[in-house]
């Protein structure tokens, strides 16, 4: 499956913005869905996955309450809706595909898409 990440840009604190993750070359309820973030000099971190039916997601405890994850496995398109972001949100996000379609704690990517930055001012 091949993913196209898109909708960053910049915005400031207590803005909102929101991602949108396409998928192309598999039908999306194969995967479970996640994004992840990378803010500079930092390591890539989990942060929201939403199971294949949508039934189910999680997310790192920082944004819980501010972003949601969504998903439209006709329109073969994941979504993060970010608010009340902070600066500390900076970073490139990227979504990713998990093929083995475990419980969310064990979400490891198969596919990744490329990143999209997002980047908050204070």
């Known amino acids: 499956v091949q993913l196209q990440a898109s909708g960053g840009g910049l915005v400031q604190a207590g803005g909102s913005l929101r991602l949108s993750c396409a998928a192309s070359g598999r039908t999306l309820s194969n995967y479970n869905m996640g994004w992840f973030r990378q803010a500079p000099g930092k390591e890539r971190e989990f942060v929201a996955a939403?199971?294949?039916?949508?039934?189910?997601?999680s997310y790192i405890d920082s944004v819980k309450g501010r972003f949601t994850i969504s998903r439209d496995n006709a329109k073969s398109t994941v979504y993060l809706q970010m608010d009340n972001l902070n600066p500390k949100d900076t970073a490139v996000y990227y979504c990713?595909?998990?093929?083995?379609?475990?419980?969310?704690?064990?979400?490891?990517?198969?596919?990744w898409g490329q990143g999209t930055l997002v980047t908050v001012s204070s």
């Open positions: 990713a595909a998990d093929a083995m379609k475990l419980h969310l704690g064990a979400f490891r990517p198969t596919y």
């Open positions: 939403i199971i294949w039916s949508g039934g189910s997601t």
